[in-house]
């Protein structure tokens, strides 16, 4: 049981190269989620998907698209990097979308676009 | 979902008890308080939750006063290795609506 994991761990990109981050779970989750975490502050919500087939928008979405391509599995896409994308992305993964479910996160990806 | 403040820093001996507090003043009916620590630069980690009712886990206490508007996180006997951030936070029914603010950064000194 590996729980999140994220793929790739490092990353570096010129400014407007276009990547994705894939994330996968193994709990049977319901939910699934992206953050970005930028240095020295807290985690924000980018995109969010609270079951297999829906997709929304969390805090900061603007340059980022997703997929979820089954209930396992969740990928975050940049069509076309920018030095304000640099920064520590997060997946995780929750039984349910909302209250009462606790949140699993991977071990991130760490992002740097020149 | 209610915002929450917490202080940036805290210190703790190791051994003793670390209560780290949190105000969510504006927390409606529907909404848990979640707490979440990150060691370094790894994925945020789940530790408790609660509604109304205090709770106990094998990691924490969590204290959630009558009126719900604060919240302490006890951890009984701090080691070393608690050293982290502590996320709290809380959530409603919207998934849309889960971002971590800044933390509490708690350093357990021997």
């Known amino acids: 049981n590996a729980g999140v994991t994220q793929t790739p761990k490092f990353q570096v990109l010129k400014t407007g190269q276009s990547m994705t981050l894939q994330c996968a779970q193994d709990m049977n989750h319901n939910s699934m989620y992206w953050y970005r975490q930028d240095p020295g502050m807290g985690l924000r919500l980018i995109y969010y998907s609270a079951s297999e087939g829906t997709t929304d928008k969390g805090e900061v979405p603007n340059g980022y698209n997703v997929s979820r391509l089954n209930k396992r599995e969740f990928s975050l896409r940049l069509e076309s990097a920018a030095p304000s994308q640099t920064s520590v992305y997060f997946c995780?993964?929750?039984?349910?979308?909302?209250?009462?479910?606790?949140?699993?996160f991977g071990p991130g990806t760490r992002l740097t676009v020149t | 979902d209610a915002k929450t403040t917490q202080p940036p820093s805290m210190d703790c001996a190791e051994g003793r008890a670390a209560n780290l507090p949190c105000n969510h003043s504006?927390?409606?009916?529907?909404?848990?308080v979640y707490w979440y620590r990150q060691i370094h630069s790894q994925g945020p980690q789940y530790i408790i939750h609660g509604l109304k009712n205090n709770e106990t886990n094998e990691m924490a206490s969590l204290i959630i006063t009558e009126d719900r508007k604060s919240s302490t996180l006890i951890l009984p006997h701090a080691t070393l290795r608690d050293t982290a951030v502590y996320y709290c936070i809380v959530r409603g029914p919207n998934a849309g609506k889960s971002t971590f603010g800044d933390g509490t950064t708690l350093t357990v000194k021997p």
């Open positions: 504006t927390i409606s009916g529907n909404e848990y």
């Open positions: 995780a993964s929750s039984e349910a979308p909302g209250q009462g479910s606790e949140q699993y």
